[in-house]
Every structure is written in structure tokens, then in C-alpha cells.
């Protein structure tokens, strides 16, 4: 339904680096594997001994991230943590990773994509009902991330003897919108990369956040020997996946360009005492840009952790003109948002307050 009390909205971020709050029940803790030496560590992120020591002096490094297509905006960065890496490791499986991020204003985990309640806690508020509308009119193009199949669907809507004004219109859109969402989820869970359908795009063309995802899953191979079985997981979901591996789906709502952004996301988190790995995979994204991965580990270093972050986002908006230029942009505000993100954690961290999940 369209809320009528005014949620909290965060301020708006473009391009932003995205997290989820996840109230995951992870799997053990692996026995410790043998911790990789400081020179392997900082081999596996292409970190410099220079800039080892400034790690270590507490200021945040930034390391090489390829970007394999136009489309793409990648980052990386490192932060080191006086703290055991097994403390590190219950932080990213507890959910205060994204507890603390002020751009989701609202989530839900998808227990099971089946059921016609998967998505009914997706909400806009009163103020946003405009925005619910407007899904009625929707075309081939920027402004909402859809397939020309779900295009079809809503916008039959428009000629329905039931499409009333105001409220009542918003309200018939946004639950045309969820039913679409939980379509994407079900598909996924049971197909993974495979089955997800392409945005429309004005004059015929395509975006298939498939192809961006599965480029991204190479930033796995930085885990060292964990990184390929993580690569193939990435790939394969959900076939063979490791034991190891928990998978929760989301939906979450942020605030993206001043506008109400439905997400799903899929997150793996794996609570290993060394390395510990966080994955959030957005695989279907409301609109402003189309796919996102992030891989946020941790590994033992110089008796305390290296806490790194893998940023990487799928736009179409910095294509055409002054391309380079929009790249920079986004690619300075995602390396923002990340800094931030690793300097909570760390201020958190340095408080010795228990784990706790949220």
C-alpha cells in the first residue's frame, strides 16, 4: 500500500555504494586456514609495500580495479582494523555492515520468492505516489529499469476499467510492480544469471545486467585459493554452491536521484575465520543504474585485519557525451560512499563493543 506517514528518507546519492542489512544466520566459523603472509596480502589487493605501511598507519588505500566495459564504474579499497580478523569475520556475518547505511531506508528478506507476500512489505509513501503512477506510463528507455514484457503489463493497466485517479491508481501500480518483482525473484532463486531478462531500451536495444555480473565475478579471484570455487559459486548459482556460502534474497528501497528505488539483492556471506567474505549482488535495480556487485573481505595482517571493499556498478548513464568526465564523477562518488562505509566499520570495531545482530 502507499503509506500515508512519511517514512525517513536518506539524502540522495548518485551512483552510491549499496549494502544491505542482513540478518543472516551464518554457518560456523571454517577452521582457521593458514593465515597468508603481510607480502601475500598485499600481493592478492596489488597494494605496494608504501602503501602497506600507510595502511597500517591507519589511512584508507586505494587499490587497481579493472573496469571491463563503457558501462562500468569500479573501485577498490582497504582499510587496516586493530582487531582479529574472526571479530571481523562476526561483524560482516552479524548485518551491522549495513545496519549502518543511511542510504536503505526500508528491506525485507524474500524467504520464499513463491509466495504472493514476498514483496508486500515494498512500500511508497504518500509523497512518492507520483512515482507508483508513473510505472502506468512507462516506455522503453532510462527511467525504469523493465523488460518490454513487464512494459506490457503495466501499462495495460492504463486501460483497466478499475484505474481510478490518486491513491487508488498509485496503489494498482505499485502492486503490478511488486507482482513483476517477485516474478524476477522466483526466476532467479531457481535460474540464477541465466534468467534474468533484459531492460528495454529506447530504439530497440537492450541492457542485460547477466553480462555485467558475470564479468564482476572475477573480483573474486583476490581471496586468494577461496577465490575460484567463489567465482564458480558466483557463476553457477544455484548449482553448486559450498557449503560454506550462505544466500539470503532482499528487496530493498533507498534513495536514488531523489526518487524511491525498489531493489533485489542477493547476498552470500561466508564467516570463515580467515578470509571472512561478504558479496552483495543487486541483480535487479529500479532504475539510475543496472546491476552492482560488492565483495567486502577481510584478512589477517600485521596482528590486527586488512577490512577491503570491491566496488562495482553497471550504468548507462555514463555513456555519450562527456563520458569520461561522468565516469570520474561516479567513480569519485562510489570511492565516497566506500570510504565511508570502511571508516564505520572501523569506528565501530575500535569501540570493543560485542557483536550483536540488528
Given amino acids: 500500500m502507499i503509506t500515508g506517514v512519511m517514512r525517513w528518507s536518506p539524502p540522495a546519492v548518485v551512483l552510491l555504494a549499496i549494502g544491505l542489512l542482513t540478518a543472516v544466520e551464518a554457518p560456523p566459523l571454517a577452521p582457521a586456514a593458514e593465515t597468508p603472509a603481510t607480502d601475500e596480502v598485499l600481493d592478492r589487493l596489488q597494494i605496494s609495500p608504501e602503501e602497506g605501511r600507510r595502511l597500517v598507519r591507519g589511512e584508507i588505500v586505494s587499490y587497481p580495479v579493472i573496469e571491463h566495459g563503457e558501462r562500468e564504474l569500479a573501485v577498490g579499497l582497504a582499510v587496516f582494523v586493530s582487531a582479529p580478523v574472526g571479530h571481523l569475520a562476526e561483524y560482516l556475518a552479524s548485518g551491522q555492515l549495513i545496519a549502518q547505511d543511511a542510504t536503505i531506508s ?79 525473484l522466483q526466476a532467479y532463486q531457481q535460474g540464477g544469471l541465466a534468467a534474468i531478462v533484459p531492460y528495454a531500451r529506447s530504439g530497440g536495444a537492450f541492457t542485460d545486467p547477466a553480462t555485467e555480473l558475470r564479468r564482476a565475478a572475477s573480483d573474486a579471484e583476490r581471496l586468494g585459493q577461496e577465490g575460484p570455487d567463489l567465482r564458480e559459486a558466483l557463476l553457477r548459482y544455484p548449482a553448486a554452491q559450498p557449503p560454506q556460502l550462505a544466500s539470503r534474497l532482499y528487496w530493498i528501497k533507498r534513495r536514488v536521484q531523489r526518487r524511491p528505488d525498489l531493489c533485489l539483492l542477493h547476498q552470500m556471506v561466508a564467516a570463515g575465520a580467515n578470509p571472512a567474505i561478504h558479496i552483495e549482488r543487486y541483480f535487479y535495480v529500479g532504475h539510475s543504474y543496472n546491476a552492482a556487485q560488492i565483495i567486502t573481505g577481510a584478512f589477517a595482517f600485521e596482528g590486527g585485519t586488512v577490512l577491503f571493499s570491491t566496488s562495482r556498478f553497471s550504468t548507462d548513464e555514463v555513456l555519450g557525451v562527456g563520458n569520461q568526465l561522468k565516469r570520474s564523477v561516479g567513480r569519485g562518488q562510489l570511492k565516497d560512499e566506500i570510504r565511508r562505509r570502511l571508516d564505520r566499520v572501523r ?11 540488528p
Avoid: K
Avoid at 523488460?147 to 505499485?174: C, H, K, N, V, Y
Fill in 347 to 357: 569506528a565501530f570495531l575500535s569501540r570493543a563493543q560485542p557483536v550483536q545482530s
Fill in 106 to 184: 526500508d528491506f525485507g528478506i524474500a524467504t520464499d520468492p513463491a509466495s504472493p507476500d514476498a514483496m508486500s512489505g515494498a512500500q511508497f509513501t504518500a509523497a512518492e505516489r507520483g512515482e507508483a503512477a508513473s510505472l502506468l506510463d512507462a516506455s522503453p528507455g532510462s527511467r525504469f529499469n523493465l523488460s518490454l514484457s513487464e512494459i506490457e503489463t503495466l501499462r495495460g493497466f492504463r486501460t483497466s476499467p478499475d484505474r481510478a485517479a490518486g491513491t487508488a491508481q498509485a496503489e494498482m501500480a505499485l502492486d503490478a510492480y511488486r507482482r513483476l518483482l517477485r516474478q524476477r
